[in-house]
DNA sequence: CTTTGTGCAAATTCTTTGCACCAAA
DNA sequence: TTTGGTGCAAAGAATTTGCACAAAG
């Protein structure tokens, strides 16, 4: 929990008990977690907890660059608290969401285009994951 | 209207009059249409038009290959009738989506791994349109 | 007839908003 | 104190569901 309130001054956020408490469960699990998972995973040991303040929370991490919101999962938002590139697999089975790292760095190049600014790039694999492909 | 019934049955999509006016539009207009964009087009020259049935069959032509669903835009899901491998963009300020021709094949190959079975590729990037830049 | 498709209304789910109270500087 | 943060309840928007009627084979 104190590093989780260091890791928010890095990018100048200040950490509230509530910014620690959402930005630690995001750093000890690398889930992808919906607003509702996070939710659900604090409001036991935090029972004033408001869904509005994890909304709000995730919000500004995104804004300051902290996070990144995925849009993989066409139902919910999701959060990730690694920034570097990377992809992401979604199992269309359990829905569950995997980083892909070790790709080639020419993946997340923007095309040359003088149509757009281009300032992010998001890749996504669907499919099967080993666990329900054994079904 | 008469390609669009003959389009249909080459995916096994029985063509009903809602059917090839939705898919008529789909071909006509590649815009990325979100559901609600469909109906309103629709609704003026069909006024007993569902939003359900545009729902039903946008699900329909999915499930069949007929078109993609597109998760680029968190806020509505958006489909696309061009299911060749191709890029999207998406413009952060007027939210338009265009397609990106002519990337390298290699970026649409699935990264060769044991842990999951990939059967589909998503590229998108994020910036600002051309249009928007000049503001 | 029998199956499949359509359309309405209601329900559900996710997210946002308005506003009052609390906390920190 | 003044600003920013939190939490509740209500509102809003997108999508799904249940069911009755219509259309097609």
Do not use: W
């Not at 907890?49 to 660059?65: C, I, W």
């Not at 980083?99 to 099967?128: H, M, R, W």
């Amino acid at each position: 929990m104190l590093e989780s309130h260091q890791y928010l001054r890095q990018f100048s956020i200040k950490p509230s008990v509530q910014r620690s408490a959402v930005m630690n469960f995001l750093l000890k699990n690398r889930i992808h977690p919906t607003i509702d998972e996070i939710y659900m995973a604090l409001s036991p040991t935090m029972p004033t907890l408001s869904k509005t303040t994890v909304y709000n929370t995730l919000d500004l991490f995104v804004e300051r660059g902290a996070v990144r919101a995925l849009s993989i999962d066409e139902k919910n938002a999701r959060y990730d608290v690694d920034i570097s590139a990377h992809a992401h697999f979604r199992c269309r089975r359990c829905g569950a969401i995997h980083d892909i790292f070790n790709l080639n760095a020419a993946l997340f190049q923007a095309p040359e285009t003088t149509k757009f600014k281009i300032d992010a790039v998001e890749i996504f694999y669907l499919g099967t994951c080993e666990k329900c492909s054994g079904n």
